[in-house]
């Protein structure tokens, strides 16, 4: 706790000095001693160390030390009351009871003293029960804040795991997607259709890579507008019937969009694709007018 110098045959007045040295190099470590002199807690060099930076009386010193006493004074009061074991209470009344008929022999003293009672005071008993009270309280609450803090550290490490295999999930995610996609365009068997504009100028490129025989495939976009809030693009596979919703989706902020089209049982050998500006989340049949289409060019 602290370095000192000691004297090699210290007297009593010595002692006191070398005491004083060592409270006197004494850093951060002085309230932390004192805190301990105040519970009762030192004994040896300790014990002689503090007494001598309280017989030194420097104000904050004192100060400190009236504040651990003040709350040592309220421990015993601060746990909860407690019932006594119920067999408690015969083991002390027959205590009590053996120390009342068989006294302890009384040492001679001179009659100008006062004989102090040897039987033992409720308050006694109160006092010791107060302070094991007071050791369990302080027991539990260091026992919670070790609890808290294990929990807490816990808890923290578990969010970080949850954390990294939620982005691990989407990575593969990401990755499945991208394989599928990639395998849907590099299979010989698909057929691509190229989307216009219905206006005069077809700036946007749209394709959609359609697969016969597997009724799916994917929807690649450049340059397309975004639609307004609350609305979304639908894609339609028009066989002669009644155009079949192929799904909706928007693009990003440069205006390109890349959408799986998810197998479609009920379509047949499609005639033309198209697109339409739908509300958000999609529509049955077309509400709008066709602003894409293109004629599907099969084997």
Partial sequence: MSVWVRLRHPG???????????????????????ALYALGALD???????????AEGEPSDLADLRAYENVTGLLGWAAEPVAPPVRLRPRVVDEIGARTL??????????????ASTTPSRFGAFAAFAALAAAATIAAIFLGLALYRSSTELEATVRQLAAVRASEAQQ??????????????????????????TGASPEPSIDVHWHPEQKNGVLVARNLPRVEPNSTYEL???????????????????GTAIFEIDLLTAAGEPKKFAITVEPAGGSPAPTGPIRYIGDYRGA
Avoid at 14 to 33: G, P, Y
Avoid at 102 to 115: D, L, N
Avoid at 236 to 254: C, E, Q
């Fill in 172 to 197: 593969r995610q990401d990755l499945d997607r991208a394989n599928r996609l990639l395998g849907v365009t590099q299979d010989p068997a698909l057929r691509v259709t190229r989307l216009t504009a």
């Fill in 44 to 54: 040896g060099d300790d014990l002689i160390v503090a007494e001598a930076c309280v």
């Fill in 102 to 115: 068989a006294p302890a022999p009384i040492p001679f003293r001179p009659r100008a003293e006062p004989i």
């Fill in 12 to 34: 009593p007045v010595l002692k006191v000095v070398e005491s004083l040295f060592i409270c006197a190099a004494m850093s951060t470590d002085r309230k932390e001693l004192l």
């Fill in 236 to 254: 339609w596979l028009i066989d002669g019937a009644a155009p079949i919703p192929a799904g909706t989706f928007n693009t990003d902020a440069n």
